[in-house]
């Protein structure tokens, strides 16, 4: 079964440009996550999309976005881009929502923003 | 506010020995606790949780112990294998709530 993959793996942008980040879940996974990790602050949860539908947010500005398409397949924006946003950005799939034990990663797209 | 915390950024064991990693919670409603493994390049994996209404959990290797009163998770490896070398990453949830993570230990094993 192949593991959740993650678009692109590496990206540089530059201050005020926008992104858009794409994660495929494992075949059958209804629930994709979002995560940005930084050196000092660990993984922190973005949002949650299951069915379509956001069911969880974290406390990231306005400038971060998501949807997920009806494959499961999501993507996240970031708009506006700051030198903070440089980070690894994880998104994990499980089947159901809420089910973090049973919650898988991708590698992650590491961005940096010059 | 960092409300899950790992005061060790790295923790060098030697083989074979035991490797206790730790994580402290200000939250008192958290009621689940898991623990995850990053290797470099790679996206972190579950490795172990424990619930609050227990103080120890067990999977082969590793131990998780909880300590509800002083808010306090820790992680056991033993006996700690090269192949354990990883970021740890404890996390916390309440009820439905997201996850909160920890900053994460780097745990080196040395041969």
């Known amino acids: 079964k192949a593991g959740v993959t993650q678009t692109p793996r590496y990206l540089i942008k530059t201050r005020g440009q926008q992104v858009t980040l794409s994660c495929s879940p494992i075949?059958?996974?209804?629930?994709v996550s979002w995560y940005q990790q930084t050196p000092g602050q660990g993984l922190q949860f973005l949002f949650e999309?299951?069915?379509?539908?956001?069911?969880n947010k974290g406390n990231f500005p306005g400038r971060f976005s998501g949807r997920q398409f009806s494959n499961s397949r999501s993507e996240m924006n970031v708009s506006t881009l700051e030198l903070g946003d440089s980070a690894l950005y994880l998104c994990?799939?499980?089947?159901?929502?809420?089910?973090?034990?049973?919650?898988?990663f991708g590698p992650g797209t590491r961005l940096t923003v010059l | 506010d960092q409300q899950v915390k790992q005061n060790s950024p790295s923790l060098s064991v030697q083989e074979g020995r035991i490797s206790i990693l730790n994580c402290d919670y200000t939250?008192?409603?958290?009621?689940?606790f898991l623990w995850y493994k990053k290797y470099p390049a790679e996206g972190p994996t579950f490795l172990i949780s424990?619930?609050?209404?227990?103080d120890k959990n067990e999977d082969g290797r590793f131990t998780v112990f909880l300590n509800k009163s002083a808010k306090h998770l820790s992680l056991h490896i033993v006996p700690s294998q090269p192949g354990d070398s990883a970021v740890y990453f404890c996390?916390?949830?309440?009820?439905?709530?997201?996850?909160?993570f920890g900053t994460g230990t780097r745990l080196t094993i040395i041969p």
């Open positions: 424990i619930s609050s209404i227990k």
């Open positions: 939250n008192s409603m958290f009621d689940y």
């Open positions: 999309y299951f069915s379509e539908t956001q069911r």
């Open positions: 075949s059958g996974h209804r629930s």
């Open positions: 996390a916390a949830r309440f009820g439905n709530e997201k996850l909160t």
């Open positions: 994990a799939s499980s089947l159901i929502s809420n089910s973090y034990n049973e919650q898988f």
